[in-house]
Structures are given as structure tokens and as C-alpha cells.
């Protein structure tokens, strides 16, 4: 008697076709994407000043990083999502398209966007000279800029004649949102921020930047007021082992009752050696008082140091305010020592 067989090989044929398909694409998969993990930690002491009760002044934060990217249908994408925190559970991350010569476009989930990128760039050893210190609840709060924010914003970053252009917009509110999700208010915005170095001028050393932006003050279907108003500009220049830089910043409420921002700040760093870098700085901030109410000048200045020695970091900063937030009367200062590891 005879069997037939014929079929039975196919299909083992097929099967043995298929397992070497599938491996194949496992192999095309893992070799089109890589995978980079980076992090760092930072044990802090801070002291504040005696009318504020601080409890332990020990802390810590741990950053985690993870960076995939690969080719896809020509066009390099990239994601990246970082633990910003582990204690205080926050996060952000970012998708994007690098599309060549056509720039760069990203969805921004709080990796930083737009104006919100040249808010402070006054030059300094560690922290900005207003970190720690105390401020209104307020997105403007400490008279800093930024119309779209950094969440649930799209982002185009491109190079024009050695002029670089990071634009931000973002429909509804600044809210990072899960897929599917909605955000029920409105107050879309958008924003941007052009920064070149003194190559182009002429001038070696130099870094320049100009930045605006808007914000609907409620939803699209609201009328009541105008358009928050942000802009910004900066000039840093650095010579051998010193650096100086200045910027002013202002901000346009167009809310009645709520008042208008301009600030203006100037920073000194200076390397003593590779490893210790030493700054100052201050900033006053005019809150221009609203209808009758009279003009407060928060006035602020700061000190920090930083001793790196490879991947390890010792750094200290100590700040003061005085009239915060545009409310006379109202002084706050901080003092933080900083280590921190890279890995």
C-alpha cells in the first residue's frame, strides 16, 4: 500500500518557511531600533528660611531615561520617556520624526518646547537664582515665559541659515494626555523661539535668542478678553573662563485684575578650572499692578557653586527674594546643597 506524503511535506515546507519569515523579522527589528538607558541621582539638603517649617531637609531624586530610535521608511524616529522623579511620580515623554533637510516634528509631553526652552538663560554654576523659593500657584508665576507649555504641545525644531527655530502649539489645554483622551478645556496656544550663535555675526563666543508666543485666556468660544501675550530675549557672552548674559522677558495678562510681568536679569559664571565653576545673579520682576493697584518689583538674586569630578557633582546654591510673587512685604530664601551621580 502506498501513502501519500506529499501534502504532509508542503506543509512542514510552509511551517519551516514561516519560523524562518518570522525570525527574519525579529532579527530586521532588532537591529532597526536601539535601545539607551541613562540616569542620575541626587541626594539635596535644604534649608529655608525660619518662617516656613521645613520638616526633613534631606531628599533625593532619581532620573531614568530611556531613548529608542530606528529608521522607518527613511526617516529616523526617536522616542524618549523619562522618570523625571520616582518619588514625586512624575514623567515625560517625547516622539519624533527626524525628517532631514524638513527639520524635526515632535509630540511633547513635558521634554521641553518652544519658548518654554529659552525662559531663563542666564548663565549660572547650578540652579537658576529663583529655584526653591516660594511662588503663586500661577502658570506666570516668577515672570517666567512660555504661551504652549511643554505638554501635549507638537514641536518643530529647524536650522535656517544657522538660525535655529523651535515652534510649539497645542490645541485645548496644556494637559499630558493618555490616547483617547480629551482635555475639556480650551486655551490653545502656540509659541516659539529663534536662537543663533555670534558665528553668523561675527562675533565668537556670542549666543542669542528671541522668543513669543500666545494663550487663549479661556476657551476658543470666549471673547471676553484677549490673547496672554509672552516674549522674551536674551544675549550671553562668554570670553575664556567667564561668562556674562542678560535677558528681559515680559508678559501681557490682558485679564482684568491680573497683572502684567516684565522682567529683567543678568548672570556671571565663571570656570575657575575644569572642575569649579562659581556664579551670580539677580532678577527683578515688575508686577504691573492692575487697574489702581500700585507697580511691586520682586528682586531676587542668587550665588551657586559646582565641583564635578567625573560622573559625581557637589554643588550649592543660596536665594533670596524679597516683595515674591508681587506681594509686598513678602521675603523667602533657600539654601541647597546638591550631590549627584550620573550613570
Do not use: C
Not at 530586521?28 to 516656613?52: F, R
Not at 531628599?59 to 531615561?65: C, V
Not at 471673547?223 to 501681557?252: L, R
Not at 557653586?305 to 530664601?333: F, L, P, R
Amino acid at each position: 500500500m502506498k501513502t501519500i506524503t506529499k501534502g504532509k511535506k508542503m506543509n512542514n515546507i510552509n511551517k519551516i518557511g514561516l519560523t524562518a519569515l518570522a525570525g527574519s523579522l525579529v532579527a530586521i527589528s532588532a537591529q532597526a531600533a536601539e535601545m539607551t538607558v541613562s540616569g542620575a541621582t541626587m541626594l539635596t539638603y535644604t534649608s529655608a528660611d525660619g518662617t516656613e517649617v521645613t520638616g526633613n531637609p534631606f531628599g533625593m531624586k532619581t532620573n531614568l531615561s530611556f531613548t529608542a530610535s530606528g529608521e522607518v521608511n527613511g526617516y529616523n524616529v526617536s522616542y524618549l520617556q523619562t522618570s523625571k522623579d520616582q518619588f514625586a511620580g512624575m514623567s515625560s515623554a517625547r516622539l519624533s520624526v527626524d525628517m532631514g533637510d524638513m527639520g524635526t516634528i515632535a509630540l511633547d509631553q513635558g521634554s521641553g518646547s518652544g519658548l518654554a526652552t529659552i525662559d531663563d538663560k542666564t548663565p549660572t554654576a547650578a540652579e537658576e537664582i529663583w529655584d526653591g523659593l516660594d511662588t503663586a500657584t500661577g502658570a506666570n508665576a516668577q515672570g517666567l515665559v512660555g504661551a504652549a507649555g511643554n505638554s501635549g504641545v507638537f514641536n518643530y525644531i529647524n536650522t535656517f541659515g544657522g538660525v535655529t527655530f523651535n515652534g510649539a502649539a497645542r490645541k485645548g489645554s496644556g494637559t499630558a494626555l493618555a490616547d483617547g483622551g480629551k482635555s475639556g478645556a480650551g486655551q490653545s496656544a502656540w509659541d516659539f523661539a529663534l536662537t543663533t550663535d555670534g558665528s553668523m555675526l561675527g562675533v565668537d563666543g556670542l549666543a542669542i535668542g528671541f522668543g513669543y508666543g500666545e494663550a487663549e485666556n479661556g476657551s476658543e468660544t470666549d471673547t471676553t478678553y484677549g490673547d496672554a501675550e509672552h516674549m522674551t530675549a536674551f544675549a550671553n557672552y562668554s570670553v575664556g573662563p567667564v561668562t556674562f548674559g542678560y535677558q528681559e522677558a515680559y508678559i501681557d495678562a490682558n485679564v482684568l485684575g491680573t497683572d502684567d510681568e516684565h522682567t529683567k536679569a543678568w548672570g556671571l559664571a565663571f570656570n575657575v578650572n575644569e572642575n569649579l565653576s562659581i556664579s551670580y545673579g539677580e532678577r527683578d520682576v515688575v508686577f504691573k499692578g492692575a487697574g489702581a493697584s500700585a507697580d511691586v518689583t520682586e528682586k531676587g538674586d542668587g550665588i551657586a557653586v559646582a565641583y564635578t569630578m567625573g560622573s559625581m557633582k557637589i554643588a550649592g546654591n543660596m536665594n533670596e527674594v524679597s516683595d515674591n510673587d508681587g506681594v509686598a512685604g513678602s521675603n523667602d530664601s533657600m539654601t541647597e546643597i546638591a550631590v549627584s551621580f550620573a550613570f
